[in-house]
């Protein structure tokens, strides 16, 4: 099989506020699409999965690298690519037939061949009797049938999805994911390959022929893996279990090498890793979600599979992957080859009474989650205990794009307020040492 798209040491970076710096996407990444394959880019939030896509499709450049298609260098859209987005796209003021003929009247075909290629289109989706139908009429996997529909009229040599079923509901995104992959199948889809973004693992498993795993911080090509399945891919056999099962244990252990690996490690950060508190990202959990896993674990008994514990919670893979890296980063619980162990003080935080958890939660924030110490010690050593929140901000802004550095500052905070280590005042927006702490 020869490529059709290849990144080639692509990296991305965007401007921090003021002028403070650069936020790398992408570092070094290799990409590569061959002709009469599905490919799923799977990771987790923060890995540049769709800045990725994107750059590919040519709808952004990157900052350094370059992208190569049909043997060509990308430098504006890709025509050899039609897109599936996750928000649909439709344009609400035409009807089915009208979104779906957009791409062919964009490259100048006459009305009667847009008719005829839309028709089918449609009916490939199964929506005919819709076509003269607007998208407030429709539900959202009819909508998302239609953003199929207007990808496939142009036949692209490469389909990019982008999420394509995550804002579905899971009975629907389960039957359009089917259809999809039946059509693939069976030799009747109208591209010649498909690149699918996805933090999905059972999806990529179901759907791709090749699963590219990328890393966070920022984003690179940990590794490639191969799904040595016939198709159509029979979710009860034994290797899909194993291959969904392994791809959880790379999920959940950032530095595991992952076998059959088929691109280039990415070249280390320049100037090493920075000590700074500010720099270690904070997972977006509630404590009380925490405390959540934890119980079941209990329940459960400890040595939970990884792959099991998802399925059990019925969580989107990101979700459930930020609330088990938190009861990690806190020293509550372990992953070790695909399975969970709780540790003791994980045991004791689920089952203790309240004050005694926020007594050991205070001591766990302040021995390994630095930027909630840094905070607590920063307030200690004010005369009046009390600091602007825009100090804090300030910091984080060195280190993350704006809106990222709110979230990390609201999640430090929930912390420190549930460890009684600071409060916040929202209206002022200043924190306080906590009376508890400030006597301690």
Same mark, same amino acid.
């Given at each position: 099989?020869?490529?059709?798209?290849?990144?080639?040491?692509?990296?991305?970076?965007?401007?921090?506020? !003021?002028?403070?710096?650069?936020?790398?996407?992408?570092?070094?990444? &290799? =990409?590569?699409?061959?002709?009469?394959?599905?490919?799923?880019?799977?990771?987790?939030?923060?890995?540049?999965?769709?800045?990725?896509?994107?750059?590919?499709?040519? +709808?952004?450049?990157?900052?350094?690298?370059?992208?190569?298609?049909?043997?060509?260098?990308?430098?504006?859209?890709?025509?050899? =690519?039609?897109?599936?987005?996750?928000?649909?796209?439709?344009?609400?003021?035409?009807? =089915?037939?009208?979104?779906?003929?957009?791409?062919?009247?964009?490259?100048?075909?006459?009305?009667?061949?847009?008719?005829?290629?839309?028709?089918?289109?449609?009916? %490939?989706?199964?929506?005919?009797?819709?076509?003269?139908?607007?998208?407030?009429?429709?539900?959202?996997?009819?909508?998302?049938?239609?953003?199929?529909?207007?990808?496939?009229?142009?036949?692209?040599?490469?389909?990019?999805?982008?999420?394509?079923?995550?804002?579905?509901?899971?009975?629907?995104?389960?039957? +359009?994911?089917?259809?999809?992959?039946?059509?693939?199948?069976?030799?009747?889809?109208?591209?010649?390959?498909?690149?699918?973004?996805?933090?999905?693992? !059972?999806?990529?498993?179901?759907?791709?022929?090749?699963?590219?795993?990328?890393?966070?911080?920022?984003?690179?090509?940990?590794?490639?893996?191969?799904?040595?399945?016939?198709?159509?891919?029979?979710?009860?056999?034994?290797?899909?279990?194993?291959? %969904?099962?392994?791809?959880?244990?790379?999920?959940?252990?950032?530095?595991?090498?992952?076998?059959?690996?088929?691109?280039?490690?990415?070249?280390?950060?320049?100037?090493?890793?920075?000590?700074?508190?500010?720099?270690?990202?904070?997972?977006?959990?509630?404590?009380?979600?925490?405390?959540?896993?934890?119980?079941?674990?209990?329940?459960?008994?400890?040595?939970?599979?990884?792959?099991?514990?998802? !399925?059990?919670?019925?969580?989107?893979?990101?979700?459930?992957?930020?609330?088990?890296?938190?009861?990690?980063?806190?020293?509550?619980?372990?992953?070790?080859?695909?399975?969970? %162990?709780?540790?003791?003080?994980?045991?004791?935080?689920?089952?203790? @009474?309240?004050?005694?958890?926020?007594?050991?939660?205070?001591?766990?924030?302040?021995?390994?989650?630095?930027?909630?110490? %840094?905070? @607590?010690?920063?307030?200690?050593?004010?005369?009046?205990?009390?600091?602007?929140?825009?100090?804090?901000?300030?910091?984080?802004?060195?280190?993350?794009?704006?809106?990222?550095?709110?979230?990390?500052?609201?999640?430090?905070?929930?912390?420190?307020?549930?460890?009684?280590?600071?409060?916040? &005042?929202?209206?002022?927006?200043?924190?306080?040492?906590?009376?508890?702490?400030?006597?301690?």
């Amino acid at each position: 099989m020869s490529d059709l798209i290849r990144a080639v040491d692509v990296s991305k970076f965007f401007p921090l506020p !003021e002028g403070k710096g650069e936020f790398t996407v992408l570092d070094g990444v &290799d =990409v590569r699409v061959d002709a009469g394959e599905v490919v799923a880019l799977l990771g987790r939030s923060g890995s540049g999965k769709s800045t990725l896509l994107r750059i590919m499709a040519g +709808l952004i450049p990157p900052s350094s690298g370059s992208v190569e298609s049909s043997g060509r260098t990308v430098d504006g859209p890709n025509p050899d =690519v039609a897109m599936v987005f996750q928000s649909f796209a439709l344009l609400p003021w035409l009807t =089915v037939i009208e979104n779906v003929e957009l791409g062919l009247e964009a490259r100048g075909l006459g009305r009667t061949e847009r008719t005829k290629r839309a028709l089918k289109a449609i009916d %490939t989706v199964g929506l005919d009797g819709f076509e003269s139908a607007y998208p407030k009429e429709l539900s959202g996997g009819m909508k998302q049938r239609v953003g199929f529909a207007r990808a496939f009229v142009v036949e692209p040599k490469v389909l990019f999805m982008d999420e394509p079923f995550s804002a579905l509901d899971v009975l629907t995104a389960e039957n +359009l994911r089917g259809e999809i992959d039946e059509l693939w199948n069976a030799g009747t889809f109208p591209a010649t390959s498909v690149l699918i973004v996805t933090h999905n693992i !059972e999806e990529a498993v179901f759907l791709a022929d090749r699963v590219v795993v990328l890393g966070t911080n920022p984003g690179h090509v940990r590794g490639t893996v191969t799904i040595d399945l016939p198709r159509p891919h029979d979710r009860n056999a034994a290797r899909f279990r194993e291959l %969904t099962e392994y791809l959880y244990n790379v999920m959940t252990t950032p530095d595991m090498p992952v076998a059959s690996a088929e691109a280039t490690p990415a070249r280390p950060k320049s100037g090493g890793e920075t000590r700074s508190p500010f720099a270690r990202p904070l997972p977006h959990v509630r404590v009380g979600t925490i405390s959540g896993l934890l119980e079941l674990i209990v329940d459960m008994g400890t040595g939970q599979e990884v792959a099991g514990l998802a !399925e059990r919670l019925a969580l989107p893979v990101d979700d459930f992957l930020a609330i088990l890296d938190a009861a990690v980063l806190l020293h509550f619980a372990e992953v070790s080859e695909g399975c969970v %162990t709780i540790t003791p003080a994980g045991r004791y935080f689920a089952t203790a @009474t309240i004050q005694d958890s926020k007594t050991l939660f205070r001591q766990q924030v302040l021995e390994y989650v630095p930027i909630v110490a %840094t905070i @607590t010690r920063t307030l200690v050593s004010k005369e009046n205990k009390t600091m602007k929140a825009d100090f804090f901000l300030d910091l984080l802004d060195e280190y993350y794009p704006a809106a990222e550095a709110k979230a990390q500052f609201n999640t430090a905070i929930e912390w420190g307020r549930y460890a009684e280590l600071f409060e916040y &005042d929202a209206v002022e927006e200043r924190l306080k040492l906590g009376e508890a702490t400030a006597a301690a």
